[in-house]
């Protein structure tokens, strides 16, 4: 009922001339990837993303060749084509009408297959000039970084803000780090604390890793309960509840590995929120403020018949 008031209020603003840098987030968000390319996964234009998902990621930006640090966007040919023709003004219009509909739209750095190179002063400033003009022009409100290759973390951290700081205060910045990052020591752990007053939220990856070790010193291997949450609490100990999602794969295809069962993603929410559903880990306290569930991704969701997003946005919706 929050979130159906929360999505009235945001349309009823938007209808009387007034538009949002952000939208209004709910408390347990559920959010997407949305693929701008072509692979297994049922191909969709953002339209066809449903309602279920508040935060919709645009994967991803591209690297300019021409100019180093910038970077560009639009409507993948592939996809255009396997889409009958979707073009950057229908991504546009659909953009306008997702955020109408009290939605958020960020656009991903990054990816298994992609980097940005943020190495000099001069990178970044090209950066950040590029960005926030394909941020303006396509009406996007966050920025995902998804840096899964070597990265400059002082250079990434000032890309960051100055986007965030042209943009305006209700700009979002999402990040997407592997487990591996966010491990004690890990890379992300410098890049986050030079942001962490600008971080809406950090949805770790817990796929495609092996085995980690836990708050409790404990190794945890994928595809259990106790591998998402005895992971979550060490992102746990530096940033609020609220800035802290988990990430999984909507299907078994959608990564190489990690996959679990949605009903397992809802057994670690309800671990983390309340201390119920735990595996051998036990959170020593509860974060019933715990962000919600990220996924990889809305067209794998849609191949599967929505069979990831329907029961975790019905879980979420319960936490709220």
């Known amino acids: 009922m929050k979130r159906l008031i929360v999505l009235v209020l945001a349309g009823l603003l938007v209808a009387l001339g007034w538009t949002p840098a952000q939208a209004a987030l709910p408390s347990k968000q559920l959010t997407g990837y949305w693929q701008n390319f072509v692979n297994s996964a049922q191909p969709l234009k953002l339209s066809q993303v449903p309602d279920a998902y508040d935060v919709i990621v645009l994967a991803f930006a591209n690297a300019d060749p021409a100019t180093p640090g910038a970077v560009t966007f639009g409507v993948d040919p592939d996809l255009s084509n396997a889409l009958g023709g979707y073009t950057d003004a229908d991504l546009k219009a659909d953009i306008a009408a997702k955020k109408a509909a009290g939605k958020s739209i960020v656009l991903s750095i990054g990816g298994e297959r992609g980097n940005i190179d943020l190495s000099s002063a001069d990178r970044v400033s090209a950066f950040v000039d590029s960005f926030t003009r394909v941020a303006t022009e396509f009406g996007i409100q966050g920025i995902d970084v998804d840096l899964e290759g070597t990265f400059d973390a002082a250079n990434t951290a000032s890309a960051v ?42 949805h770790t990856q817990y796929y495609n890793s092996g085995s980690m070790l836990g708050c409790d010193g404990q190794v945890v291997s994928q595809g259990s309960v106790d591998f998402i949450t005895a992971q979550a609490c060490h992102l746990l100990k530096v940033l609020r509840p609220d800035q802290v999602a988990i990430g999984l794969p909507a299907t078994a295809q959608a990564a190489g590995s990690g996959y679990v069962a949605p009903s397992v993603v809802n057994a670690a929410l309800d671990c983390l929120a309340t201390r119920t559903g735990c595996g051998s880990y036990v959170p020593a306290t509860a974060w019933p403020g715990i962000s919600g569930v990220m996924t990889w991704s809305v067209n794998w969701d849609a191949s599967s018949g929505w069979a990831f997003s329907t029961p975790v946005r019905a879980h979420l919706d319960a936490l709220g």
Do not use: C, N, W
């Open 161 to 202: 803000t100055q986007v965030h700081d042209r943009m305006g205060d209700g700009f979002l910045v999402t990040m997407a780090p592997q487990t591996l990052d966010v491990q004690p020591g890990g890379r992300y752990l410098t890049l986050i604390e030079s942001v962490k007053p600008l971080i809406t939220v950090v």
